[in-house]
Structure formats: structure tokens, C-alpha cells
């Protein structure tokens, strides 16, 4: 991604006076406005003057530490974008600074070349919040002394991010949460650690927490670590010169290389050998990679998000995971909820991942009957949105018609019996219309309306009493025989035919 820098007003606070006059030729250069301070009170008095658009401290300061100053910043819901610089191998400070809403760190001895993109991305990031509009408080020539617009305000995911967004399906608190959690940590370069059951959604995170970012016009590149030989995954991660192996017949590019200026997502970050722990370790905390074979390191420039659906914390228990990695990688933590924690989401993804399949396969989109979706609901699916997925592409393929049923599904065993009832939806209802419709719709035959009504009552009294009858017909206020009656009469497939399983 080209990084043409769009001009800003920074503020620099160091101690030393030789790397402060160095950081600001570096930047003035640039065409940023720059002043700078040797201390905290200094830097207090230039806040409360203007407002920057940048600010750079070194983390120990004569009269406390950087990330005083960073603290102050984010609880005045200030808009200052800061890049704290820490001495080197002290992987604490800069976690906490993420941690504390840093949006990144560079360590000493300081990279130029680093600072210099670290600031760019700082200044996009903060330009893709304000709209892309340049303020009056982005133009060199200080001071200002106004204010750069509402800093309260919630960042805008950049419309590849809403998209991105969309992509996640589903309306339960748990989504809705991660969804917001999302937008909010997109745009610092904190590094992201989304833990979940397989089949959950994490890539789809992933890709969402880089579409909502600054860098969403940089590459995106995934990798699954268990994938790649052993022998192969330092070429694979870092690059490889001529000859530094037998086949290493012309320079290539590693993983590092290939996402410079976007995201590296690290899919199964568990399963990456020891050794390679150590080595990514160490381009974490340098920030630097040395292609194999290659006697120079280059910088990158690169945001970091994994995920696993191993217990992590469990494999640093048990030694096969680098706690120090674990830190550095865990900075922010995602996780990903599984489908049976938001049932309630199921007729809403069922029917996103229909309306999509059948826009590959180019078909039209069948009309579901709700015995599917109570099938469906009354299976574990341990595989979640994944196994969903699957399920309803085999549905499609067998399907001869316009309606999808649950014999479709090739697993005529544990289907539900047929309803007497008139249980089809319409296909002019669309499908799930009867269990998606709003209140307020007139819908095209009230009794499947109905049923369709009764049927999710049900269900969710009965998986909150684990499908004990007896219980979930006291909590509807039903004797059993009424609940029996019912749960057959609406063809809602049990785990057992015990009442008191
Ligand atoms: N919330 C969701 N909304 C819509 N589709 C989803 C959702 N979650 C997962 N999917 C779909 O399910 C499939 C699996 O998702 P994804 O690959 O992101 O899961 P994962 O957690 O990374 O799985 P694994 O751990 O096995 O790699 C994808 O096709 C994805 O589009």
C-alpha cells in the first residue's frame, strides 16, 4: 500500500535531547507539524493548548512514565492517536500501552524507517475515523488551539468493514458484542486473539477486524500453522534467499513479507512447533524479519491477529506453548460463542447461509418447511456454523423441489413425524417467513403462523430444562400430557422418548 503521508501535528516527548531533535527532523521532513517536550508536565501544557493529531513518548520520562501520559489521553476521550516507545525487551510495557489504548509502540533503538510508517498509519487511522475529512487541526502550522470534531464518538468501520461486518450473521448478545468489540479494536495495531470452537466464525472475525481497519487496503493473508511442514515454515513465514535450501532456486517471499502493510491472520496459532514460537517471538518484539539465508533484517510492518480453538492457556500449562507469546499475542482477546450459546440465532443464519449458497451454486432459494428448522434446532451441531453450512449444501443438492424438507437431509432417523397439521410454509412466504415474521406482518396463513410461534416457545422451554418435558411443561404452566400432545403435534424432534430425559 503506498504510504503517502497526509500531514499532521505531532507531539514528541522524550527525554534525551538528541533522539527528540532526531524524531522531529524525522517527521518535519514528512511535512508533519512537530513540537516536542522533555517530560511530562511539558507535554500536559501543550494538551491542554491544542489538540495533535499524533503523540509519541518514550515510555520513561523524569517525572513518570508514558503511559501516564496515554492514560490521561484516553480518559479525556481525547482523540490523539499514541505510539509509545519502550526500551528493548521490555514486552510488558508495550503490551500494557496496547493494552491501555496505545495505537502502537516502536522499541529502542528507534527504526526510522518504523517511526516514520508507524506515524502514517497513525494519521489514516485517525482520518478513517474522522470521515477522511482533513480538519483544520490536520494542517501544519501550529498551534490551533481547536478542537478536531467530536472525539467521543464511535469509529466508522470503513465500508469494506460494514460489509465485513454483515458477513457475521446474528442478533444474539454474544455477536452483537464481538461485533462492537470489532469496530473498536480495529484500528490500533494491537495484536488480536480470537479463541473459539471450530466452525465459529473466527476467520470471518479476523477478516472483519482487518476490513474495519486502517490497513483494510492492504493484503489480508491467512495462514493455518498446522498446515505447513516443519521443515518449510520458516521459508514459509519469513522468505527464503537463492540457495538457502535445496529448491531455493530464485528469492521469495515469506508470509511476513506478502502482508506487509495489512494483516497476517495466523490460523491455529496452537499447533506451531516450539522452535517457531522462539523466531516469531523474536520479529514480534523486533520487529524485524531476516529472510532465510539472508544476511540483512527489514523492517515490517504488519498487524498480527491469531486464533485457535485449542485451549491455549492450557497449552502454556502443559509446556507446549511460550507464555511470553501467549502474552504478546493475547493483547486484545475475541472469542467467537458457539452455536448452542445463541440457538436463537439459528432460523437467521440458516437462512443467510441458504440465501449465499444458493447464490454460488446459482440456484433459487428454496422455501424451508418448519420441520427442518425444528429438526435442526433439536441437533447438537458441535461443528456449529460450519456444520450448518455443510448440512444445508447436502439439503440443496438432494433437493428436487421447491421446498427443502428434512428428508432432504438424508438422515431420515432422528426426523420428526409427519405433522397432521398443515405445517408447509408457502413458498410465496418465503422462507422461514412464518418464523422470522414481525408481529406487526399480516402473515399468509395464521394457523402455520401459529404453530410456527408455539413451536419456538417450545423449543427454547425445552432446551433451557435440557428437554426434561416434565420441567419445561411446569415452567409453560402445562401439565405433561398437554406438553406431549403438543411437542407431537408440532413435530418437535426429542433427544429421547423418555419424559424425563
Ligand atoms: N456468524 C456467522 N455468520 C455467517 N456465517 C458464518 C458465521 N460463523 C461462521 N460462518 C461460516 O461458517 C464457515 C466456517 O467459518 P470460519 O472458517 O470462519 O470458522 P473458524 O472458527 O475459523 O473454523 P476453524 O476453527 O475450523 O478454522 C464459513 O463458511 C463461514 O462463512
Redesign the pocket.
Same mark, same amino acid.
Given at each position: 500500500m503506498p504510504n503517502a503521508p497526509s500531514p499532521a501535528s505531532v507531539l514528541v516527548v522524550d527525554d534525551e535531547p538528541d533522539l527528540r531533535t532526531l524524531y522531529e527532523l524525522t517527521l518535519l521532513r514528512e511535512g508533519h507539524a512537530v513540537v516536542a517536550a522533555p517530560d511530562i508536565t511539558q507535554a500536559r501544557e501543550w494538551l491542554a493548548q491544542q489538540r495533535f493529531d499524533v503523540v509519541i513518548s518514550d515510555m520513561r520520562l523524569p517525572d513518570g512514565l508514558g503511559l501516564d501520559l496515554l492514560r490521561e489521553i484516553g480518559d479525556a476521550q481525547r482523540s490523539e492517536k499514541c505510539i509509545v516507545i519502550t526500551a528493548y525487551g521490555s514486552a510488558e510495557n508495550a503490551v500494557e500501552s496496547l493494552k491501555a489504548g496505545a495505537f502502537d509502540y516502536l522499541t529502542k533503538p528507534v527504526d526510522l524507517k518504523q517511526l516514520r510508517s508507524a506515524v502514517t498509519a497513525a494519521v489514516r487511522s485517525l482520518r478513517d475515523q474522522q470521515g477522511g475529512a482533513l480538519n483544520g487541526a490536520a494542517t501544519p502550522g501550529l498551534p490551533q488551539g481547536g478542537a478536531t470534531g467530536d472525539v467521543s464518538r464511535k469509529p466508522e468501520a470503513p465500508s469494506s468493514g460494514t460489509q465485513s461486518l454483515r458477513?457475521?450473521?446474528?442478533n444474539s448478545p454474544s455477536?452483537t458484542q464481538i461485533k462492537s468489540r470489532i469496530e473498536k479494536v480495529a484500528s490500533s495495531m494491537a495484536p488480536v486473539l480470537i479463541l473459539?470452537?471450530?466452525? @465459529?466464525?473466527?476467520?470471518?472475525?479476523a477478516r472483519a477486524v482487518h476490513d474495519c481497519s486502517h490497513r483494510n487496503a492492504g493484503p489480508f493473508v491467512a495462514v493455518n500453522c498446522g498446515a505447513i511442514p516443519e521443515n518449510l515454515i520458516e521459508a514459509e513465514f519469513f522468505g527464503a534467499r537463492k540457495g538457502a535450501y535445496t529448491g531455493a532456486t530464485a528469492d521469495r517471499e515469506g508470509y511476513f513479507q506478502a502482508a506487509r502493510g495489512g494483516t497476517l491472520f495466523l490460523?491455529?496459532i496452537g499447533d506451531l512447533p516450539l522452535a517457531m514460537q522462539a523466531k516469531l517471538l523474536r520479529v514480534i518484539q523486533e520487529r524485524r524479519v531476516r529472510a532465510l539465508g539472508g544476511v540483512q533484517e527489514e523492517a515490517v510492518d504488519v498487524r498480527l491477529v491469531s486464533?485457535t480453538?485449542r485451549d491455549l492457556g492450557g497449552l502454556v500449562q502443559s509446556g507446549q506453548f511460550r507464555q511470553d507469546l501467549f502474552y504478546r499475542l493475547n493483547v486484545i482477546g475475541l472469542r @467467537?460463542p458457539a452455536l448452542r450459546e445463541r440457538r436463537d440465532d439459528l432460523p437467521m443464519?440458516v437462512n443467510?447461509?441458504l440465501v449465499r449458497l444458493c447464490a454460488e451454486s446459482g440456484q433459487n432459494v428454496p422455501s424451508l418447511s418448519p420441520r427442518v428448522l425444528a429438526w435442526l434446532q433439536s441437533r447438537e451441531l458441535p461443528g456449529?456454523?460450519?456444520e450448518l453450512?455443510n448440512l444445508l449444501q447436502r439439503a440443496l443438492a438432494l433437493s428436487n423441489g421447491d421446498t427443502l424438507e428434512p428428508e432432504d437431509f438424508g438422515e431420515s432417523d432422528d426426523l420428526p413425524e409427519q405433522p397432521t397439521q398443515p405445517d408447509e410454509l408457502s413458498p410465496t412466504s418465503g422462507h422461514m417467513g412464518a418464523s422470522t415474521a414481525s408481529p406487526t406482518d399480516i402473515p399468509p396463513d395464521l394457523q402455520t403462523y401459529l404453530d410456527e410461534q408455539e413451536r419456538q416457545v417450545l423449543l427454547k422451554a425445552l432446551r433451557e430444562c435440557d428437554f426434561n418435558r416434565t420441567a419445561a411443561a411446569a415452567r409453560l404452566g402445562l401439565n405433561l400430557r398437554q406438553m406431549r400432545y403438543r411437542i407431537q403435534r408440532l413435530g418437535i424432534a426429542m433427544p429421547s422418548d423418555d419424559d424425563d430425559t
Open positions: 458477513r457475521i450473521v446474528g455477536i473459539g470452537e471450530s466452525g @465459529t466464525g473466527k476467520e470471518l472475525v490460523d491455529e486464533a480453538h @467467537t443464519l443467510a447461509l456449529n456454523v460450519r453450512e
